[in-house]
């Protein structure tokens, strides 16, 4: 039973929260002041704060209760606090929600405005627990992953990624050939590593080749080799990719790109193991284990003429399929950081405007991007601090929010406050509720709330709402039992 905490010096209005709370289920205890208050938080764990703002007769700065706010939230920063106050105190609770306040309540409060806020709080809190579990169970396997497999300095937090680097790790035990496909920049060369260093052919040398920067006349003799005197330059004699890479891998980047004669002369070595140099008559052999890479459809190639079918099975004895950064924004801080120690910086160097444009950015260009980003802004920075200007980046688009532009609370309390796995999440478009596109989804607004620590305001502004706009969104979504309308705003109309 969620367990919330009353510090209110009027027994009558412990008593009148305390029996509402029980309605809902909800479980409380009343502290009289600020000290008794802070000694039960000592000894109890609790769930959320309704504290006043005034403990002593004909005080109304609401000073005393600021220190209080501020004592809790240096101790007990994972607790969110809701702020009770008279209409003269609004200033200074709004003062305090921009602070780290949950939210701020007016006396005489209404009942259902008050439920809506302690059950939308009470909900975000249970899933920010499932979520730290959910990164430390994650944290636990990605140790694992280190423990069993050659992993080098590869980072990783993400559950997509997990699930990646696992089964690439598995496969290399075999001689099944691997074509790992993912947009550009998503890391693909770097699983083709990881199956290099984990099979059995570890030993020999790894051959990258990038098919698309091959050009169409030469071939046959970058992959196979050519005598001296084959072909117009060729002053001696060369070696071919196949034959420097017998005995290890040979990784086929780009394979989309090969051009029909050369995926011929390919399908033959793969399915044989034997070439012929260019301008030789001998027969060669190598025993080459190929992994393979590629951005493009070639299922939609195959059927438009532009790739062999045969070729096609040949490659794709398994499929790896390496998600875009977008779909996996838990590793983007881990990536971010191992930039930023290569140039002796730290996250926290990186201004709070800096970590949210991180966050908001919709990365087209990966894993790449986001390491070039990074490390740009190390130069541009020098010894001070990285701010959002240093970062470069071009403006969010204007098509809704981005999957991450989620959070404030991401440069305020990043360790505590895990973000979701978007490789596991819905899709922005909902055919069955014919949503907007640019409606926040349920998760987005979770996962907004979650950033902001269960601050209201902040997680509306990250996600562009009026702070009344997201209460109604809330209650649409279900994140509270009741069905009410938020406070209003100081100064803001009727």
Known sequence: MPQVLIID???????????????????????????????????????????????????????????????IRQRWPQVPIILLTAWTE???????????????????????????TVSNLLALGASQRALHEQQQARQLEVQALHQRWRLGDLVLASGAMVRTVDLACRVAASEVPVLITGPNGCGKERIAELIHANSRVAAGPMVAVNCGALPADLIEAELFGAEAGAYT?????????????DGGTLFLDEIGNLPLSGQVKLLRVLETGRFERLGSPQTRQAKVRVVSATNADLASMVRQGLFREDLLYRLQGIELKVPPLSERLD??????????????????????????????????????????????????????????????????????????????????????????????????????????????????????????????????????????????????FGLSEAAARPPRDPGQPA
């Open 331 to 476: 590793d983007l801080r881990p990536l971010a950081q191992q930039v930023l120690a290569q140039h002796g910086r730290a996250w926290d160097d990186l201004s709070a405007s800096a970590r949210q444009a991180l966050m908001a950015h919709a990365w087209p260009g990966n894993v790449r991007e986001l390491r070039h980003t990074m490390a740009r802004a190390c130069v541009l920075a020098g010894d001070g601090p990285i701010d959002v200007t240093h970062l470069a980046l071009p403006p969010a688009t204007a098509t809704g929010t981005p999957p991450s532009a989620l959070a404030q609370a991401s440069s305020s309390a990043p360790s505590r406050w895990p973000a979701f796995d978007t490789a596991q999440g819905m899709s922005p478009r909902d055919p069955e509720n014919h949503r907007n596109l640019d409606e926040p989804p349920r998760e987005r607004i979770i996962q907004a709330m979650t950033a902001a620590q269960g601050v209201v305001s902040r997680a509306a502004s990250a996600l562009g709402l009026s702070r009344q706009a997201l209460y109604r969104r809330l209650e649409h």
């Open 90 to 116: 609004l200033a200074s609770a709004v003062e305090l929600v921009k602070g780290g306040a949950a939210d701020y309540l007016a006396k005489p409060w209404d009942d259902r405005k008050l439920l809506t």
């Open 9 to 71: 010096d009027h027994p009558a209005v412990g008593e009148a929260l305390s029996l509402l709370l029980s309605l809902q289920d909800i479980d409380s205890q009343w502290a009289p002041g600020p000290d008794e208050g802070l000694r039960m938080l000592q000894s109890h764990a609790f769930d959320l704060v309704i504290q006043d703002m005034n403990f002593t007769a004909d005080t109304t700065s609401g000073e005393e209760g600021r220190r209080l706010f501020l004592d």
């Open 233 to 245: 330059g060729a002053h001696k004699a060369r070696t071919g990719r196949f034959e420097a890479a």
